[in-house]
């Protein structure tokens, strides 16, 4: 079992930044795993935002966030993170973190484990 706790959420101006953070815990070894970061906003499905392979050698993102957010991870400490810059009023969502040992399943909506989220809220 893997437990993913988010963190880092909350309200930012347009133009401003967050980083949110992701920490896995549990029996399975964090470091074998991609994990990726998806949101949801109000009233819409929940979306792919970015990935990260398991040794970082491999990134995707959503075509609405390249060039302003960054996904990166350190494996020692059992934490992914999502560098969110130059933020927009659409970027308001629930975000959540996930892991799955197959990077095209986590890719895919997939996942096995999900985090329970947490709230960006970009005001204009």
């Known amino acids: 079992q893997v437990q993913l706790v988010e963190s880092g959420g909350g309200l930012v101006q347009a133009g401003g930044s967050l980083r949110l953070s992701c920490a896995a815990s549990?029996?399975?070894?964090?470091?074998?795993?991609?994990m990726g970061w998806f949101r949801q906003a109000p009233g819409k499905e929940r979306d792919f935002v970015a990935s990260i392979s398991w040794n970082g050698g491999r990134t995707d993102y959503a075509d609405s966030v390249k060039g302003r957010f960054t996904i990166s991870r350190d494996n020692a400490k059992n934490t992914v993170y999502l560098q969110m810059n130059s933020l927009k009023p659409e970027d308001t969502a629930v975000y959540y973190c996930?892991?799955?040992?197959?990077?095209?399943?986590?890719?895919?909506?997939?996942?096995?484990?999900w985090g329970q989220g947490t709230q960006v809220t970009v005001s204009s």
């Open positions: 996930a892991t799955d040992a197959g990077y095209t399943t986590l890719i895919a909506g997939g996942p096995r484990y």
């Open positions: 549990g029996r399975r070894t964090f470091s074998n795993y991609a």
